[in-house]
């Protein structure tokens, strides 16, 4: 048999550490309104009263839903308690309902974020368990805490230890006292036995104070940011990289990541930063996204297709997308793409090496001017190397670098997995996976490299380079040219080690040309392009 369930809201009008309280706007909304649409959403469907001294605060609670029961100025002092407030409520709701209730829910005003899952799942344990005489919302409040006896500070604690150690303590919130008809009265709405219902996330605020307030204002204006994102063997990490560097740029908003059932590779790497991500578990990732309910999905996945991004659309998805040169790249809110050249102009597409998004190792490392003699070479192809050009440009100058007493050192990527093939050269040196990478660039004359992502992080530290492309995507990357200074040889695969060797050697015999490079590669802005870009997808989340 469905139980009778009432719900008591208290909202007097004379609120002293915020004047006129109920009503001041939250986010946009009377605070009065977050209550009333709590209860109203509950799957119970329970009768909702206001009780309020106030007329004002009464012809609000109307208009959103609820019925009033007209509060005595007895009852709407500074030092009522809420027991007689709400027997009070639970009486004038059975005469008026004709009904008597099994359980009376007390929600307070000042609990905005409580959402009506948690009220619905503490009531069907209430109902499911007999024995529980009343559940109180709480959280949980374990710290080191002292107390004050006979005019000194004594500690509440037997021993200091890390706060998981320490005997747990919970301390209620506003957010719902749910009690039996059997169990309130006047004085009383506690029973012998207690559960609590420990809230997190923002539902365990309770309103007291301007801080209070604030706080609540954040937790309501935060959306959810939804990072899709591709990053396997084939096409390397450099997508996981630019989300990263963007989510870490994210601090109002929930930033959440999925990436699709092929890139174990940046599963790792994004878990690895302790960020949460989701792998791909429908056979339609769209189905996934619509599980996760995000406010905006920013796409670093190549390509997107229409029917892919008309689908994110109908679900009332704002959408951002990098380096999209597919369909539905003119369906997004917004396109940011700083390697590929644009086929034809559009709205909101925004392309350019003036949107690069560069790490902040970059940004604060100094600029490597060129020196009159070679005495270092770097190779760093990415977080993958599918085409191990490591293995092959070592081939090609090795001997040369040894005659010439030019060191040759490799920054290997994350997923690079060849080592195996660099052994026979001993007196290179290989680092993996380094989180220093600016480091490295910055100590030598010349870097070997291929057309993505790393081009950029060369040119902010005004290094000669030689670019070989990856595969023929790469080879339209407009930045890695040489009017923005870079030796481009083509598509590696297709490069000889002899072509590989007389660029290289070309170079380190010639001064002027890698000064001229260099001075080239100076003329890019390219530590203002990460805030460039952050301000157009700030943009699209206030759009929300």
């Known amino acids: 048999m469905k139980p009778n369930i009432l719900i008591v809201i208290p909202a007097r009008g004379g609120s002293k550490g915020i004047p006129r309280k109920n009503l001041r706007a939250l986010a946009g909304k009377p605070l009065i309104y977050y209550s009333i649409q709590t209860a109203c959403a509950s799957r119970f469907q329970p009768d909702i009263y206001v009780s309020t001294d106030d007329g004002e605060i009464a012809a609000i609670a109307e208009k959103l839903g609820a019925k009033?029961?007209?509060?005595?100025?007895?009852?709407?002092?500074?030092?009522?308690?809420?027991?007689?407030?709400?027997?009070?409520?639970?009486?004038?709701?059975?005469?008026?309902?004709?009904?008597?209730y099994d359980l009376i829910v007390t929600l307070q005003p000042t609990s905005?974020?409580?959402?009506?899952?948690?009220?619905?799942?503490?009531?069907?344990?209430?109902?499911?368990?007999?024995?529980?005489?009343?559940?109180?919302?709480?959280?949980?409040?374990?710290?080191?805490?002292?107390?004050r006896e006979e005019g000194r500070y004594i500690p509440n604690y037997a021993k200091r230890v890390n706060r998981q150690y320490l005997e747990p303590v919970f301390k209620e919130t506003g957010g719902f006292l749910i009690t039996r008809g059997s169990i309130i009265s006047e004085n009383n709405r506690i029973g012998s036995r207690v559960e609590l219902y420990l809230l997190q996330g923002g539902e365990d605020i309770d309103i007291d104070t301007y801080e209070d307030w604030s706080l609540c204002e954040f937790y309501l204006k935060r959306k959810?940011?939804?990072?899709?994102?591709?990053?396997?063997?084939?096409?390397?990490?450099?997508h996981v990289y630019n989300t990263l560097l963007i989510a870490n740029d994210i601090l109002n908003h929930q930033v959440e990541f999925l990436v699709d059932d092929k890139s174990q590779l940046a599963y790792e790497k994004i878990a690895s930063k302790n960020y949460q991500v989701?792998?791909?578990?429908?056979?339609?990732?769209?189905?996934?996204?619509?599980?996760?309910?995000?406010?905006?999905?920013?796409?670093?996945?190549?390509?997107?297709?229409?029917?892919?991004?008309?689908?994110?659309?109908?679900?009332g998805i704002k959408t951002v997308n990098f380096e999209d040169l597919g369909a539905g790249a003119r369906f997004a809110d917004l396109v940011i793409n700083a390697i590929y050249p644009e086929r034809e102009v559009?709205?909101?597409?925004?392309?350019?090496?003036?949107?690069?998004?560069?790490?902040?190792?970059?940004?604060?490392?100094?600029?490597r001017r060129p020196a009159e003699c070679v005495?270092?070479?770097?190779?760093?192809?990415?977080?993958?190397?599918?085409?191990?050009?490591?293995?092959?440009?070592?081939?090609?100058?090795?001997?040369?670098?040894?005659?010439?007493?030019?060191?040759?050192?490799?920054?290997?990527?994350?997923?690079?997995?060849?080592?195996?093939?660099?052994?026979?050269?001993?007196?290179?040196?290989?680092?993996?996976?380094?989180?220093?990478?600016?480091?490295?660039?910055?100590?030598?004359?010349?870097?070997?490299?291929?057309?993505?992502?790393?081009?950029?992080?060369v040119a902010s530290l005004q290094i000669p380079a030689i670019v070989l492309?990856?595969?023929?995507?790469?080879?339209?990357?407009?930045?890695?040219?040489?009017?923005?200074?870079f030796l481009n040889l083509g598509l590696g695969?297709?490069?000889?080690?002899?072509?590989?060797?007389?660029?290289?050697?070309?170079?380190?015999?010639?001064?002027?040309?890698?000064?001229?490079?260099?001075?080239?590669?100076?003329?890019?802005?390219?530590?203002?392009?990460r805030k460039r870009a952050l301000k157009l997808i700030n943009n699209i989340v206030e759009q929300v």
Not at 118 to 137: G, K, Q, V
Not at 290 to 300: E, G, K, S
Not at 480 to 485: L, M
């Open 112 to 147: 905005p974020l409580l959402k009506s899952a948690s009220l619905d799942a503490a009531l069907e344990r209430l109902i499911d368990e007999p024995a529980i005489d009343t559940i109180i919302s709480a959280r949980d409040d374990t710290h080191l805490t002292w107390k």
């Open 224 to 238: 959810k940011i939804l990072f899709v994102v591709s990053g396997y063997q084939q096409i390397g990490l450099g």
């Open 278 to 315: 989701h792998m791909q578990s429908q056979a339609d990732i769209v189905d996934d996204i619509r599980r996760l309910a995000p406010d905006v999905v920013i796409n670093d996945r190549l390509d997107t297709s229409e029917a892919y991004m008309v689908a994110l659309k109908g679900n």
């Open 469 to 485: 492309a990856q595969n023929e995507r790469e080879l339209t990357h407009f930045f890695a040219s040489a009017e923005y200074g």
């Open 493 to 529: 695969t297709a490069v000889s080690s002899a072509e590989i060797l007389q660029a290289f050697s070309g170079l380190v015999e010639n001064y002027p040309p890698r000064q001229y490079m260099s001075g080239l590669m100076a003329k890019s802005d390219l530590a203002g392009g």
């Open 346 to 367: 559009l709205p909101r597409h925004y392309f350019g090496h003036e949107y690069f998004i560069l790490r902040d190792e970059f940004v604060l490392t100094p600029v």
């Open 68 to 100: 009033i029961i007209h509060r005595e100025a007895t009852k709407a002092q500074d030092h009522t308690t809420l027991d007689p407030v709400i027997f009070d409520g639970y009486q004038q709701a059975c005469a008026k309902e004709g009904k008597t």
């Open 375 to 457: 005495r270092k070479v770097l190779l760093t192809f990415g977080g993958v190397d599918p085409n191990n050009y490591t293995r092959k440009v070592i081939e090609a100058i090795h001997p040369y670098c040894r005659e010439h007493g030019i060191d040759i050192s490799v920054v290997a990527g994350f997923g690079y997995s060849q080592y195996e093939t660099l052994e026979p050269f001993a007196d290179v040196q290989v680092f993996r996976n380094s989180m220093t990478i600016a480091e490295h660039m910055s100590g030598a004359d010349i870097i070997f490299t291929s057309a993505g992502r790393t081009t950029y992080e």
